[in-house]
T-cell receptor, first 115, second 109 residues
Framework: KAGVTQTPRYLIKTRGQQVTLSCSPI?????VSWYQQTPGQGLQFLFE???????NKGNFPGRFSGRQFSNSRSEMNVSTLELGDSALYLC??????????????FGQGTRLTVV | SQKIEQNSEALNIQEGKTATLTCNYT??????LQWYRQDPGRGPVFLLL?????KEKRKERLKVTFDTTLKQSLFHITASQPADSATYLC????????FGAGTTVTVRA
C-alpha cells in the first residue's frame, strides 16, 4: 500500500509569491490534515479536510488556504509569501475524521524556503 | 491556553538501557494521547495511541502510560538500540493533533 505522497519535496520561493503544495493520501483515506513545522514553533495544525469539506482550521492567517478533491487528494496554497513561512509542511491522512482519533499517517513533507 | 511539555529536549543513553520520556499537559482534558517518532527530514511516524481509560499500553519494546490525574504520559523504550535514535513527539488528540516540542533520543553503542 503506497504511503502519503507530498510534492514537491523542496521549494524555493521569493517573498510576495504564492505557492501550491500537493498531498495524495493513502488509498481509501478520506481525511487529510496539514501541519507546519518550524524549529521555533514545532508542529502546528493548519486545517483538516474530509470528503472535500474543511472541517477544522488552525490559527493561521487567511493567506493559508486549502482544498480537497473528490479523489481525496488535497492542495494547500500560501499567498503573498513571507520569510516566516519558511518551514516543513506536512500532510497527514487518516481513515476517519480527526475527532475519531485514529492514527495519522504523515508524508515526508515539503520543505519551503522563502527568500 | 493549552500547553504540552516534553521533559527535555535531548536524552542520551547507553545501548541496552531504558529511555523514559515525559509528556505533561495543562488546560486540556484529552480523551486520547498519541506518540510519534520523527527522523531528520522525514514526517512523524505513529507509534502508539492510549485512551484516557487505559493506564498502560505496550508494543514490542515500547510502553506508554497515561495518568489523567497527573496530566502526564510516560513513554518507555526498553533495551534501547542505536536504531531507536530519533525525536519522539507526544500529541494530544481531538479534532487536531497538538504536539509537544519533542525529545531527541540518542542511543550510544
Amino acid at each position: 500500500k503506497a504511503g502519503v505522497t507530498q510534492t514537491p519535496r523542496y521549494l524555493i520561493k521569493t517573498r510576495g509569491q504564492q505557492v501550491t503544495l500537493s498531498c495524495s493520501p493513502i488509498s481509501g483515506h478520506r481525511s487529510v490534515s496539514w501541519y507546519q513545522q518550524t524549529p521555533g514553533q514545532g508542529l502546528q495544525f493548519l486545517f483538516e479536510y474530509f470528503s472535500e469539506t474543511q472541517r477544522n482550521k488552525g490559527n493561521f492567517p487567511g493567506r493559508f488556504s486549502g482544498r480537497q478533491f473528490s479523489n481525496s487528494r488535497s492542495e494547500m496554497n500560501v499567498s503573498t509569501l513571507e520569510l516566516g513561512d519558511s518551514a516543513l509542511y506536512l500532510c497527514a491522512s487518516s481513515l476517519a475524521p480527526r475527532e475519531k482519533n485514529t492514527e495519522a499517517f504523515f508524508g515526508q513533507g515539503t520543505r519551503l524556503t522563502v527568500v | 491556553s493549552q500547553k504540552i511539555e516534553q521533559n527535555s529536549e535531548a536524552l542520551n543513553i547507553q545501548e541496552g538501557k531504558t529511555a523514559t520520556l515525559t509528556c505533561n499537559y495543562t488546560n486540556y482534558s484529552p480523551a486520547y494521547l498519541q506518540w510519534y517518532r520523527q527522523d531528520p527530514g522525514r514526517g512523524p511516524v505513529f507509534l502508539l495511541l492510549i485512551r484516557e481509560n487505559e493506564k498502560e499500553k505496550r508494543k514490542e519494546r515500547l510502553k506508554v502510560t497515561f495518568d489523567t490525574t497527573l496530566k502526564q504520559s510516560l513513554f518507555h523504550i526498553t533495551a534501547s538500540q542505536p536504531a531507536d535514535s530519533a525525536t519522539y513527539l507526544c500529541a494530544l488528540s481531538d479534532y487536531k493533533l497538538s504536539f509537544g516540542a519533542g525529545t531527541t533520543v540518542t542511543v550510544r553503542a
